[in-house]
């Protein structure tokens, strides 16, 4: 595996159901972001991970639960959701400090549709 | 609140001719600047950053800064078909890593 993979890439769940999104990065980053796209949104930055510790929580919802357990993973925990959160979502990973600039590579994405 | 403006399109533009993506961003602050790439139902795929004011080339890709103004576009050369897609701005507006997106700008390059 190269680059950033998510799994699974389609979700279709009712309002009751609880699932969980996974991230994989194999690029040595020490960042890992969550993000969704909604349709004529611009991307909207969920959470960030810097080495494994939660640095911003851009005001999601509770029903939204990430969890990051080492710099290469990130899980988001879904549970409760409501229609309007039916979206694309996307996993990135970048190097921070040093040098680095910070550019974002993301992964192929899960579209979740929530009936 | 930081801003990332783009103008959503869509811009149409013949194969062969340039095609001129702009961006402008809120922040005076902001240090890094980032283009992406979007095919329909993929993720963004990033094409070029730049963090100084000037041009800067990556084969047909020009990307160009002005702090001073506060606008960041990018130049796509003899535009083929392949590069229709939506290009997304961003933008690294503090010390944190973390990007602002602009809503995009949907390119048709027509055969």
């Known amino acids: 595996e190269t680059g950033v993979t998510q799994t699974p890439r389609h979700l279709v769940m009712g309002m009751t159901n609880k699932k969980s999104l996974k991230c994989e990065q194999h690029?040595?980053?020490?960042?890992m972001y969550w993000y969704k796209q909604s349709a004529k949104k611009p991307l909207e930055l969920m959470f960030v991970y810097n080495f494994k510790e939660q640095t911003e929580n851009n005001s999601v919802p509770s029903r939204f639960s990430p969890e990051c357990p080492n710099s290469s993973h990130l899980f988001l925990h879904l549970h409760t959701l409501q229609p309007e959160d039916s979206a694309l979502y996307l996993c990135a990973s970048s190097q921070v400090g040093g040098e680095a600039y910070n550019e974002q590579f993301f992964g192929p994405g899960t579209r979740l549709t929530v009936l | 609140q930081k801003e990332v403006e783009q103008n959503s399109g869509p811009l149409s533009v013949p194969e062969g001719a340039i095609a001129s993506l702009n961006c402008t961003y809120s922040?005076?602050?902001?240090?890094?600047f980032f283009w992406y790439r979007q095919y329909s139902g993929k993720s963004p795929e990033l094409i070029m950053f730049i963090y100084s004011n000037g041009d800067k080339e990556d084969g047909r890709f020009t990307a160009q800064l002005n702090k001073a103004s506060q606008y960041v576009s990018l130049l796509i050369r003899d535009s083929q078909p392949s590069d229709s897609a939506t290009y997304l701005c961003a933008v690294k507006m503090d010390a944190g890593n973390m990007l602002t997106f602009g809503g995009g700008t949907r390119l048709m390059v027509k055969p």
């Open positions: 922040d005076r602050g902001s240090q890094s």
């Open positions: 690029l040595g980053h020490n960042a």
